[in-house]
């Protein structure tokens, strides 16, 4: 079974500064991966999600992701964060195969400084 | 679109008492899940359906859950009896090629 790991539970930035989230995922196979977002009393938004072909994705509100299939990693950036970025973030796995189930990461808070 | 419509956004109820959560997917969608969440186990999925029909209920913490879905539009998960442990929040999402996507959640408290 897939499995995904995000080693930071909580990330303090400024404003202004350049952001990286970590994630790590565990599937034999090419994953489908997934970033989300939430905001304090949302729902998960989606920001971007990797199936296959160019490993940098772009997504919305300025994030990218790089897949990296030697470290099984597929971290989220942004090179100058916003106030409003300040929330939860949850990186996903699929296996893309009938079921689409999805397994979360535990989640980074982030929390942004003026 | 509308996105992902859930219904109650709120909900607070008594112990004992049934609760019934609401879930619109969007349309064109062959996949529903319920998700739960709380601080201190996460995101858990509980079930899911594909063209309506239950795929995995293993998720599905005790008897007192149940969920249906009727038709490709419409979703409900059940909990009765209710008990505080419930309290959490309740996500509904659905998804077409592989890619879910949430609605805004119900916030259930029970006393």
């Known amino acids: 079974a897939q499995s995904v790991t995000q080693p930071d539970i909580h990330i303090t930035v400024s404003e202004g500064a350049s952001l990286e989230l970590r994630c790590n995922y565990s599937?034999?196979?090419?994953?489908?991966l997934f970033w989300y977002v939430q905001s304090p009393g949302q729902g998960l938004q989606l920001l971007l999600k990797?199936?296959?072909?160019?490993?940098l994705v772009q997504g919305i509100k300025g994030f990218e992701a790089e897949f990296k299939r030697s470290q099984s990693s597929f971290n989220l950036r942004k090179p100058s964060v916003h106030w409003s970025d300040a929330a939860e973030y949850f990186c996903a796995v699929g296996t893309g195969s009938n079921d689409y189930k999805l397994s979360f990461g535990a989640g980074t808070t982030v929390t942004v400084r003026a | 679109d509308a996105g992902v419509i859930q219904s109650p956004r709120h909900e607070v109820t008594e112990m004992g008492q049934e609760v019934t959560l609401r879930c619109k997917p969007i349309?064109?969608?062959?996949?529903l899940f319920w998700y739960r969440q709380t601080m201190m186990r996460g995101l858990e999925l509980l079930i899911y359906?594909?063209?309506?029909?239950?795929?995995?209920d293993s998720g599905m913490p005790e008897d007192r859950f149940s969920a249906k879905m009727p038709n490709a539009s419409f979703s409900t998960l059940k909990i009765q009896p209710s008990e505080p442990r419930d309290s959490a929040v309740y996500f509904c999402?659905?998804?077409?090629?592989?890619?879910?996507?949430f609605g805004p959640g119900t916030r259930l408290l029970v006393l």
């Open positions: 999402a659905s998804s077409r090629e592989g890619t879910q996507y």
């Open positions: 349309s064109g969608h062959d996949y």
């Open positions: 359906f594909n063209n309506n029909v239950p795929i995995d």
């Open positions: 599937y034999g196979a090419t994953p489908y």
């Open positions: 990797y199936f296959s072909g160019d490993t």
